[in-house]
């Protein structure tokens, strides 16, 4: 019904679309109109006060429970577990500077951006020894204490059309004793039959952000994890 929305408006989608790429070119085509949050905050009185076909309903109700994700309760789903675990895991072990070789696949790959206020720089670099590296070079580079935040609005998994569990993460950056910044991460995780069946990293992407946080970043908040929000949520046990 996205894509049917979109063609009926004449709107170009890519073959290789995805849910959550069709329902960012509908948020954009509301834009050239009003703003997103107004046309969001206004949708259930606009309902009311016109005729609004069955289609029109679903994906307005798709990109509305999209934005508002954060404030849902937290389903107990077992992907959902498995995120906050590695991710407590992941950053105390970054933090300790105890990343092995063995936690990655071999070859695993890292895109970093580190977004300051006055230049953006990336990185990209493939090979578990190289991942650590790479982060730990950057992590001692500024100082970085990496706080995630933990809660569910910012630690989720989804799965990809891979089969790749993905684990979206963000928190904060301290630069002791001040916070200097935010992160968001998304990380692909595979088991590897070799290893006990443990779960390693295949990719992981990293945005480091120099600014003021007044709370705890959201993963709702997120531009650059919005498509991954749209992403299935398998509700049973993760093989």
């Known amino acids: 019904m996205l894509f049917k929305y979109l063609h009926h408006r004449k709107i170009q989608v890519n073959a290789d679309f995805t849910k959550g790429a069709l329902i960012t070119k509908i ?8 703003t997103k949050n107004e046309h969001i905050t206004n949708y259930n009185d606009s309902v009311d006060n016109q005729t609004t076909s069955s289609e029109e309903k679903y994906f307005y109700s798709q990109v509305d429970s999209t934005v508002h994700d954060c404030n849902n309760k937290e389903a107990p789903y077992p992907i959902h577990l498995l995120a ?6 992941f950053f105390n072990n970054l933090n300790m500077r ?20 006055d230049q953006i720089n990336d990185y990209e670099c493939a090979g578990d020894s190289e991942v650590i590296s790479n982060l730990q070079k950057s992590k001692e580079q500024f100082g970085f204490f990496f ?20 684990v979206l993460a963000c928190g904060t950056l301290h630069i002791e004793p001040n916070c200097v910044g935010v992160f968001e991460c998304t ?3 595979l088991r590897d039959p070799f290893a006990e069946n443990n779960w390693k990293v295949k990719t992981m992407q990293c945005i480091l952000r120099s600014q003021i946080a007044a709370s705890m970043p959201r993963l709702c908040e997120s531009e650059t994890l919005k498509e991954a929000l749209c992403l299935p949520t398998p509700e049973g046990e993760i093989t």
Do not use: C, S
Not at 27 to 34: P, S
Not at 98 to 117: G, H, M, N, P, S
């Open 84 to 89: 906050r675990k590695f991710t407590e895991w």
């Open 27 to 34: 948020i954009k085509y509301w834009n050239t109109f009003q």
């Open 187 to 189: 990380f692909g995780l």
């Open 147 to 166: 706080n995630p935040n933990l809660t569910h609005a910012g630690v989720q998994g989804r799965m990809n059309v891979h089969g790749l569990v993905l």
């Open 98 to 117: 105890e990343l092995k070789v063995e936690d990655f696949w071999t070859d695993a790959t890292l895109k970093l951006r580190i977004a300051a206020t």
